[in-house]
């Protein structure tokens, strides 16, 4: 009577669903100000002010039936020129509105990428650690899904896996830096290598194989860390963007898929997207929130926030005798668990009400994720948790 696949996706939530869940209730029991809920990775910024004066305009100024209309399938071509104008001034890109898909944000720019691409007996790759929907998005499409190794200290790339693991079957490879869930931003270096075997396999195998970058991080950076523009250095390339954290918007579902002009057959392939969000009932991405990025590119929520509570965490975590992967952006620590089992050691935390999420799901086990986009004040009153839990490991 119904889809098995679809009732076993819907039966088993995500360990992080299931962790925030258990994080609820256990607010309920004991008072929200004793749990430390580090699960889930909901902005703890406000969205620029800007964000709130642009939406009260519209509602102000603009006729409601035409601001609340469907807009044209891709998005509102006017909104699609305000994005393409912005990205081609900021990174020297020729795109047109026409390589612009206004979407439900990353998932479903996601999504819609990989059922535009997949055929009978495709592969897709990403790097681990990974999100882990992406495994559900690359299933759903029909494709198959494996992951490539990152470097254990760094988490950049490991490019000789990545020349074993494509294969002619390999359509495509999911890039996502800054990543969730290790914080790493890849190198311009490893960017530059990482194309490279791209480029010799695409020719190997006779078809190209395409790079969709997954940035829903982008301008999450620390320090002065730049995030290679991947467009620029790999023509067979898809943008997946998101205004989910930029603009501490993920309730409002809203980003873009962009094909680069420069891709192979990339008025077909942008074809293909529109066939995905039709074919997933995914056309016309939410009119108001389209209209709002549209006068909001460029701007970011406050990052700086996000930095205190990293250096906050990292540092007092490595005090404690923690070994901590350093993350350049994103807001996402990822920390080996002192123990095999990293399951285990969440299920301890949890004794000192830290929720961290075990790391098995991202595919690379033996590390817990702590989102670190919560406000300082609950950062700092965690620390005497940690150290706890440090000393019951004998750190
Ligand atoms: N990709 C990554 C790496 C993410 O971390 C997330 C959300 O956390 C998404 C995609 C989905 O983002 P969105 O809320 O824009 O759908």
Same mark, same amino acid.
Request: with cysteine; glycine share 6%; net charge negative.
């Given at each position: ?52 004066? =642009? ?31 912005? =990205? ?39 790097? &681990? ?42 359509? &495509? ?10 914080? &790493? ?35 999450? =950076? ?35 898929? &962009? ?13 293909? =997207? ?122």
């Amino acid at each position: 009577m119904i889809n098995q696949k679809m009732y076993q996706l819907g039966a088993s939530p995500s360990k992080i669903r299931d962790l925030f869940e258990y994080g609820n209730r256990r607010k309920a029991e004991i008072g929200a100000d004793k749990v430390y809920d580090f699960s889930i990775g909901n902005p703890s910024v406000e969205p620029p002010v800007k964000v709130r004066e =642009v939406i009260e305009d519209l509602l102000a100024n603009t006729n409601a039936v035409s601001l609340h209309g469907y807009t044209s399938a891709p998005g509102d071509p006017a909104v699609r020129e305000a994005i393409c104008n912005y =990205v081609n001034r900021t990174h020297g890109t020729s795109l047109t509105k026409d390589n612009f898909y206004m979407t439900c944000g990353a998932a479903a720019s996601l999504e819609i990428s990989l059922r535009a691409l997949c055929e009978e007996g495709d592969e897709f790759l990403t790097f &681990a650690p990974f999100f882990p929907e992406y495994r559900v998005f690359a299933e759903a499409a029909g494709g198959s899904f494996d992951t490539v190794l990152c470097d254990p200290e760094s988490f950049q790339p490991d490019i000789e896996d990545l020349r074993n693991k494509l294969s002619k079957n390999t359509k &495509a490879i999911i890039v996502n830096s800054p990543n969730n869930p290790s914080g &790493a931003v890849i190198s311009e270096e490893n960017v530059v290598k990482l194309c490279d075997v791209l480029r010799e396999k695409s020719a190997e195998y006779g078809h190209p194989i395409i790079l969709i970058a997954d940035e829903p991080y982008r301008e999450l =950076v620390y320090d002065d860390v730049k995030v290679p523009f991947l467009m620029n250095y790999y023509n067979d390339t898809i943008v997946c963007y998101s205004y989910s954290k930029s603009l501490s918007l993920p309730g409002e579902r809203i980003g873009y898929i &962009a094909v680069s002009d420069k891709m192979t057959d990339s008025k077909d392939v942008f074809l293909a =997207v529109c066939g995905a969000g039709r074919s997933l009932g995914y056309v016309c991405a939410p009119s108001l929130m389209q209209r709002v990025v549209a006068q909001c590119q460029g701007m970011t929520s406050d990052v700086s926030v996000y930095k205190e509570n990293r250096d906050i965490l990292a540092n007092a975590l490595r005090e404690y005798g923690f070994t901590v992967v350093q993350p350049d952006g994103a807001f996402y620590l990822f920390v080996k668990a002192p123990e095999p089992d990293a399951e285990k050691f969440a299920e301890k935390a949890k004794e000192f009400e830290l929720l961290l999420v075990p790391s098995d799901s991202f595919g690379v086990p033996g590390y817990v994720r702590i989102s670190y986009c919560v406000s300082t004040e609950m950062i700092k009153n965690s620390l005497p948790a940690f150290e706890k839990l440090a000393e019951s490991y004998g750190l």
